[in-house]
């Protein structure tokens, strides 16, 4: 007799996954409109570029796109992206979301996947990185950064804006 | 320390030894091939090498169909169409490369235009991409060091849309890789010199970076341990045939760690210095990995002190005292092998101008080697490197 995964648990973790794609999508949006690092990191990026964040084979998926300076959320699934970033499963995606471990570990364990170029992926993996510091705990950074940044107090401040903004913005690209 | 989950595969049949090359025939029909079509450049069929290759299939019931000799330094995607034309054109049923890097890396993208009836590269590029089964593959490497015979990834640059493209797929892997010295032999002191530290380059980086695992770092102390017991023989006497033979092995150990640990902040600069300075891949490796192993001190300096006894370093003293042993004994290499060969040592001596230093550091952050440097790479952390290299 097969073991089978128990459907609670599944869709648990599944909407752990899809939860924080769209924290990590509205983080991404707050954070391009206002952090001068990511508009630096944004500006060398084309216009237009989409990239997809997403979970094999079926899982949750969301796109973002650059418009302009800012980055902003097109909505679930992948709408014709240029690049995809795919987490091989539920497990493999809750790490890196939860703070467990960087998102450069999720690559380096093989754990996510590129389709697309790789010279792209390393600026979106920044600007995910710039991002996460907005969204993450201060406690957790040692465990996802190679480098903890240091918070100055601007960025500390847009921080307590991106936690006091969150739910809602969340709440709002459900039905997106 | 066991790393939280890791992956490793290698999929090559090696093929290694006095006379290897006798087995080509044998091997394609073992895959059920009987017309090759050989990828090669102008320097590897100028030094005679590939009449060797036509001249084991004396004999046989397997046949050249075509030769392809015309691989650029950095080949292209225009090239590799090329190839892939003349397969069909030729009615070929399978690849052998046989040369250093670019030749290996167009015949593993002109299999995947083949196998998959497109030439638009660019929908390939990232990992896992290619679901057919490809076109069996041989490869035979005409220098020691780039471990493209048994790594599953392939670069070249796009003609068209002016980007590096990198594949990375389990089925790129060649179906075997035949090491024969003599297809190493007429390779000249300098060049023997630079491509046997890009494979101790291949070897050190994929030991103490980020996807280190058992299984690779067995590979990598096997791959120093031959190139560094035999690169200093093959420089002072090249027709040595079981220096060679050695040597050609330990670039194929360190390319199976490095193929399945990747490699870090050395190799993200040599790429950058490649493409933005023309510095050839094996030089930039062996100018940068002292400078590489330093950056690395704080973060892994007790994984590069592991490698002391390999590389000839003192295991005396604290962890730290034995990294920086190391660093040192890849110096004193660095300099021994200038005195045999002409190596240079630092990038102004392989033609980088300080000018171009923005431009690499910006290269060197958006290259994938980046990712698995123990360290964080940044514009500053590039360019301080390349400032003390040069």
């Keep these: ?176 | 320390m066991i790393p939280q989950y890791y992956e490793f595969s290698c999929q090559v049949k090696i093929v290694s030894g006095l006379k290897a090359l006798q087995n080509l025939p044998y091997e394609m029909d073992l895959l059920g091939a009987h017309r090759a079509l050989i990828v090669t450049d102008q320097g590897v069929a100028g030094a005679g090498l590939i009449k060797l290759v036509e001249s084991v299939f004396t004999g046989s019931n397997c046949e050249i169909g075509a030769i392809f000799d015309q691989t650029p330094p950095d080949s292209s995607s225009k090239v590799v169409n090329q190839v892939a034309k003349l397969f069909s054109n030729e009615r070929c049923d399978c690849f052998v490369a046989v040369g250093g890097g670019s030749s290996i890396d167009t015949a593993k993208c002109a299999n995947m235009v083949v196998t998959e009836g497109t030439d638009d590269l660019l929908k390939f590029q990232g990992a896992e991409r290619l679901k057919k089964p490809m076109k069996p593959f041989i490869a035979i490497p005409t220098t020691a060091g780039t471990g493209s015979e048994v790594t599953m990834v392939a670069v070249i640059y796009d003609d068209v849309n002016h980007l590096k493209l990198a594949f990375t797929s389990i089925r790129l892997y060649p179906n075997v890789a035949i090491l024969d010295p003599k297809m190493t032999l007429t390779m000249p002191p300098k060049i023997t010199a630079a491509t046997a530290m890009d494979a101790l380059t291949h070897a050190v980086e994929g030991y103490y970076c980020l996807q280190k695992n058992p299984v690779s770092d067995a590979f990598a102390i096997g791959g120093i341990k031959l190139i560094l017991e035999n690169v200093e023989q093959c420089i002072k006497n090249g027709q040595d045939e079981n220096a060679r033979l050695a040597l050609a092995n330990g670039a194929l150990l360190a390319g199976i760690s490095f193929a399945n640990s990747m490699v870090g902040i050395v190799h993200s600069i040599a790429h950058a210095c490649g493409g933005v300075a023309r510095v050839p891949h094996g030089l930039a490796n062996s100018i940068l990995l002292p400078w590489g192993m330093e950056n690395n001190l704080e973060k892994a300096g007790a994984v590069i002190a592991e490698l002391a006894p390999y590389l000839g370093a003192s295991t005396k003293g604290s962890s730290l005292d034995q990294a920086k042993a190391c660093i040192q004994a890849v110096r004193d290499l660095q300099k021994r092998l200038k005195d045999l060969s002409g190596l240079p040592t630092t990038l102004s001596e392989a033609g980088v101008k300080k000018e171009q230093f923005e431009a690499i550091a910006k290269a060197a952050v958006n290259d994938g080697s980046a990712t698995y440097n123990p360290e964080d790479v940044t514009i500053e952390v590039v360019m301080g490197i390349l400032n003390k290299a040069f």
């Design chain 1, 1 to 176: 007799m097969t073991a089978q995964k128990s459907p609670i648990s599944y869709q648990v973790k599944k909407t752990v996954v899809e939860t924080s794609l769209l924290a990590l999508a509205a983080a991404f949006e707050i954070v391009s409109r206002h952090a001068p690092e990511m508009k630096a990191e944004l500006a060398d990026w084309e216009d237009g570029r989409i990239f997809s964040l997403g979970v094999l084979p079926n899982g949750p998926a969301i796109s973002l796109q650059k418009k302009g300076s800012e980055i902003h959320y097109l909505g679930k699934g992948y709408h014709n992206p240029k690049l995809k970033i795919l987490f091989k499963n539920l497990d493999a995606a809750i790490l890196p979301f939860t703070g467990q471990i960087g998102s450069h570990i999720a690559f380096v364990q093989r754990r996510a996947i590129l389709h697309g170029n790789v010279g792209e992926a390393m600026q979106i993996s920044r600007a995910m990185a710039i991002v996460q510091s907005y969204l993450m705990p201060g406690l957790v950074f040692s465990k996802i950064f190679k480098r903890p940044p240091k918070l100055t107090p601007a960025q500390l401040f847009l921080k307590a804006r991106v936690m006091a903004t969150i739910g809602p913005a969340i709440f709002m690209k459900i039905w997106k």
